[in-house]
T-cell receptor, first 114, second 112 residues
C-alpha cells in the first residue's frame, strides 16, 4: 500500500532542533490530516487541510506548524519540541464528500525528542 | 465533548476462538463508523465502515461489525480468529462536520 507515504520514518531530535515531517498522497484526495498517536491514548487529530486550506486546528501548540502547498503534499514543521512530543505522527488523506469520508493513513513518523 | 470508548485495552485469545471487541460512542446525530486495524510494524488500514443501510457490515478477512443505534455501539466480531489477526484495532466515528474521533485502541493477541 503506497497511497500515502511519509518521510522520514524515524526521527530523533533535540529540543532546540528544527525539523520537518513530510507526507505525500497519491490517491487524488482533496483533504489531508495530521494525527498524533501516543501510547495508550486515542489518536489525536492535530490539523485538517481541505482543498489546501486549514479547516481545523485542535488547539495544537505553536511549536507544531503545518504547511499544505498543494493537495498532494503536507508538511509538519517542528521547532523547540518537548520530550512529551515524542510519539508516532500519522498523516492521512481522504476525498471529502458530504456524509461519506474514509481516511487512508500513511505509515507514520516515529519521533523521539531528547 | 464527543468520545469513542473501547473498553477492552488488551485481549488474548487462542486460535479459533470467537472475537468481539466493543466500541461505544457519544454523539446523538448522524454518524459514520469505522474500524481500523494496525498490524505490527504496519500502518493503519481500514477494516470496515458503516455509512447507512444494513447495520451489519462485513469487512475484509472475515470481520464484521454491527451498528446498534439505540446502544450507540459498533462492535467488531469475527467467529474464528487466526494468529495473523494479532494487531491493534481502532474504532472511529465521523460526526457532523467531518470530525473524526478515534478510540484508544484494543490490542489483540492471538496465541497459536
Amino acid at each position: 500500500e503506497t497511497g500515502v507515504t511519509q518521510t522520514p520514518r524515524h526521527l530523533v531530535m533535540g529540543m532546540t532542533n528544527k525539523k520537518s515531517l513530510k507526507c505525500e498522497q497519491h490517491l487524488g484526495h482533496n483533504a489531508m490530516y495530521w494525527y498524533k498517536q501516543s501510547a495508550k491514548k486515542p489518536l489525536e487529530l492535530m490539523f485538517v487541510y481541505s482543498l489546501e486550506e486549514r479547516v481545523e486546528n485542535n488547539s495544537v501548540p505553536s511549536r507544531f506548524s503545518p504547511e499544505c502547498p498543494n493537495s498532494s503534499h503536507l508538511f509538519l514543521h517542528l521547532h523547540t519540541l518537548q520530550p512529551e512530543d515524542s510519539a508516532l505522527y500519522l498523516c492521512a488523506s481522504s476525498q471529502r464528500l458530504a456524509g461519506s469520508d474514509t481516511q487512508y493513513f500513511g505509515p507514520g513518523t516515529r519521533l523521539t525528542v531528547l | 465533548a464527543q468520545s469513542v470508548s473501547q473498553h477492552n485495552h488488551h485481549v488474548i485469545l487462542s486460535e479459533a476462538a470467537s472475537l468481539e471487541l466493543g466500541c461505544n460512542y457519544s454523539y446523538g446525530g448522524t454518524v459514520n463508523l469505522f474500524w481500523y486495524v494496525q498490524y505490527p510494524g504496519q500502518h493503519l488500514q481500514l477494516l470496515l465502515k458503516y455509512f447507512s443501510g444494513d447495520p451489519l457490515v462485513k469487512g475484509i478477512k472475515g470481520f464484521e461489525a454491527e451498528f446498534i443505534k439505540s446502544k450507540f455501539s459498533f462492535n467488531l466480531r469475527k467467529p474464528s480468529v487466526q494468529w495473523s489477526d494479532t494487531a491493534e484495532y481502532f474504532c472511529a466515528v465521523m460526526a457532523r462536520g467531518d470530525k473524526f474521533y478515534f478510540g484508544s485502541g484494543t490490542k489483540l493477541n492471538v496465541k497459536p
